[in-house]
Every structure is written in structure tokens, then in C-alpha cells.
């Protein structure tokens, strides 16, 4: 869209088969880096079992957030009944998303058919039909990756080892030096989680991180989270709310101070995946060490990045009764010697798969 005021609202209808929308608003995103965006994010929704939307609803109607990010499964699924569960779903987002920068990634529910149905019913950045991509929001960069890629590789290999490529060049120009002085917050987003409260097996040394040295048939993305310094990762698809403290390669980081989350030195990472599937998964009751706090009520997270230095997270918890509480918070401290990058001598043995090993696959 051009012509926007920066800041500003703007009122709008749409124009379809049935006539013209009713009037909907947005609030153009400011410019610059020298704001403090707020976010909702939630995953794993469905239709029936919605419990959170209208508490979402209701806070971006009230102008809370600057924008919402749904980390994968929608409808379960977008195809079902030809279709026709796919625009239930969507109508019952149109009161978020027709107020807000409504921003996606894939999950595991949305890959038949190589994720058709969602290439076509969401459209964002990039150029890659929404499969990975990145975009700036005030001191921000965020990242969405598809990490059913290591999983479907039936729809053929080449895509994964080319989303791993352009992560790495992505995030390799985000940390520059004038880039981070301007945007010092980096967030990635993707589907499958790194870190819950399973087994190392079962979860961490998934196909997704893959802690296998130069493996170039999966090659594991969670070396350039550390390498370029990426500050918050969220995951869903475990059906619980799961945040970490400072975590790499499973060695938790304990930060400066007693504070862990100040100057942190690894990603932290939050599972947000409980919007409204009723089915928690099993994991081990002990906690692992990286375990930070943990819950499987239906609820959201919000990122509020008050500045350069400081980001809040927030848990939201919702009942059926209709009340919200906000049941966990936590905030990161960043100052300004931090270092750009978290890699330790230690952690060479995670080098990534060398370009020339992927020379094929660039994009």
C-alpha cells in the first residue's frame, strides 16, 4: 500500500463478490527505530476452541498492539471441507487481523500439498510465497522461518538447505554494526520449538536444531542464533506457554549479575503455542535445567520493546468464564556493551554447513 501517514489511522472498506465491507481501521506503522512496538503473539489455534480471540480482539481493538504474530497451525487444517474451514477461520480472525499487521509462518497443519492453501490465502514479504522472510519494527528485526522443511521432505530437499542459506545471510547483515546500533532487538520465529521440557532426544536434538557438526543434509539453524546474537526465539506446535532462561547448544547462560535476563548471553526462547487446542501434549513432569517457568492454560504473549535496551514479555492466561490474567512476566536487559554475537570458543563444533558445501542452493 503507498500513500500512508506514518502513525496515522486509516480508515478503509473492502470490495468483494457481496458488495463493500463494513468501514475497518489500521494504524500505519511509525517510521524510524526510536519507538517502542507492542505485539501479541499465539500459535496453534483452531476454530471450535478459540478461547482466546475474543481477549485478543478486544486488546486490538483497544489499540494495544502495533501488531499480532501467529506462529503456525490455524484451522486444522486451512483444506478441510474443501475449503470452507479455512474461511470460518479466517472470518473469525478478521476482527484482529483487519486492525493489525497480521504476520504468519507455516506449521505442520498447513503443509499439504507443499502448503498451497496457505501460499494463497497469506501474503507476506519476501518474495518466497511466505515460506521464510523478515521485516523491521521500530528497534526490531524479526525473522519467520518454516521449520516443517526438515520435516516434509517429500516436497523435496532443496528448500530447506535454501531457507538456512538466506537465514544465515539474513541475520549476518541484521547484526552489522550500523544495523544493530539502529534495530539492537532480533526475534526469529518458527513452528517446531528448540527447547521444551522433553527428553534432549525428543526435543532439542530435533531435526530443527540438529546439533550435528556440517551436517549439510539438515544443517542446524540453531548456530546462527548464537553466532548473530538473536535475542528471543518463539516456537509453538508443544500446546503449552514454555519460557527458558539464556540457553545454547543446552548449556543455559546466567546472563550478568543475578539477573540472568540481563545481558543474556544466549537466545531465549518461549513456546506460545496454548491459543485454544484443547490437546496438551506429555512431557516429563521434572523441569529441565533450562526450564524457566512453564504452563498449559489457554492464553497469548505480549512483547512490549520499551526501547534499545529493555523488551517485556507478558503471559497472558484466559477461562472460559471470561477472565484474563496475566500469569508470568519477565524482562530482558540488553546494555549497551553487550556483545553482537553469543558464540564461544566452546561452541565451534557447531559450524555452520560452509557456502561452498551450499553453493547449489543460493538463491
Given amino acids: 500500500m503507498t500513500c500512508l501517514e506514518p502513525g496515522e489511522r486509516h480508515v478503509y472498506r473492502v470490495l468483494g463478490p457481496a458488495g463493500w465491507s463494513n468501514a475497518m481501521w489500521f494504524n500505519a506503522i511509525p517510521e524510524g527505530s526510536d519507538w517502542s512496538p507492542r ?34 497451525d490455524f484451522a486444522y487444517e486451512l483444506v478441510r471441507e474443501e475449503g470452507k474451514r479455512g474461511d470460518r477461520f479466517l472470518r473469525q480472525m478478521q476482527p484482529i ?118 551436517d549439510q543434509k539438515n544443517p542446524s539453524i540453531e548456530y546462527p542464533l548464537n553466532e548473530y546474537g538473536v535475542d528471543l526465539a518463539l516456537w ?60 498449559t492454560a489457554d492464553g497469548y504473549t505480549r512483547l512490549h520493546f520499551h526501547n534499545h535496551t529493555h523488551m517485556s514479555i507478558e503471559q497472558v492466561a484466559v477461562s472460559e468464564t471470561g477472565t484474563a490474567s496475566v500469569i508470568d512476566r519477565a524482562t530482558i536487559v540488553k546494555e549497551a556493551h553487550m556483545p553482537y554475537s553469543f558464540l564461544e570458543p566452546t561452541d565451534r563444533g557447531y559450524m555452520p554447513v560452509k557456502e561452498k558445501m551450499m553453493g547449489s542452493y543460493a538463491l
Wanted: glycine share 8%; with cysteine; charged share 20%.
Fill in 39 to 72: 505485539v501479541a503473539v499465539f500459535a496453534d489455534l483452531g476454530v471450535q476452541d478459540a478461547t482466546t480471540v475474543p481477549f485478543l480482539t478486544k486488546d486490538v481493538q483497544s489499540g494495544m498492539y502495533d501488531a499480532a504474530l501467529h506462529v503456525g
Fill in 97 to 214: 487481523a483487519a486492525h493489525v499487521p497480521y504476520m504468519t509462518c507455516a506449521g505442520n497443519a498447513e503443509q499439504y500439498a507443499n502448503y498451497t492453501d496457505y501460499k494463497h490465502r497469506f501474503s507476506m514479504p519476501g518474495g518466497t510465497e511466505g515460506m521464510y522472510y523478515s521485516f523491521n519494527m521500530g528497534p526490531v528485526h524479526f525473522v519467520g522461518i518454516n521449520t516443517g522443511f526438515y520435516y516434509f521432505k517429500r516436497y523435496g530437499h532443496d528448500q530447506l538447505v535454501s531457507q538456512y542459506y538466506w537465514l544465515n545471510n539474513d541475520l549476518k547483515e541484521a547484526s552489522t554494526r550500523s544495523r544493530r546500533e539502529k534495530r539492537p532487538w532480533i526475534v526469529l520465529f518458527g513452528h517446531r520449538p528448540m527447547y521444551c521440557q522433553k527428553d534432549v532426544e525428543t526435543c532439542q536434538a530435533n531435526y530443527v536444531t540438529n546439533p550435528v557438526p556440517g
Fill in 236 to 295: 509453538a506446535h508443544k500446546h503449552v506457554y514454555h519460557r527458558t532462561w539464556p540457553v545454547a547448544f543446552t548449556k543455559v547462560k546466567n546472563g550478568t549479575g543475578a539477573d540472568p535476563y540481563r545481558n543474556p548471553g544466549a537466545p531465549v526462547h518461549i513456546t506460545v503455542a496454548q491459543a485454544g487446542n484443547k490437546h496438551t501434549r506429555k512431557e516429563h513432569p521434572e523441569p529441565k535445567p533450562w526450564t524457566a517457568f512453564r504452563n
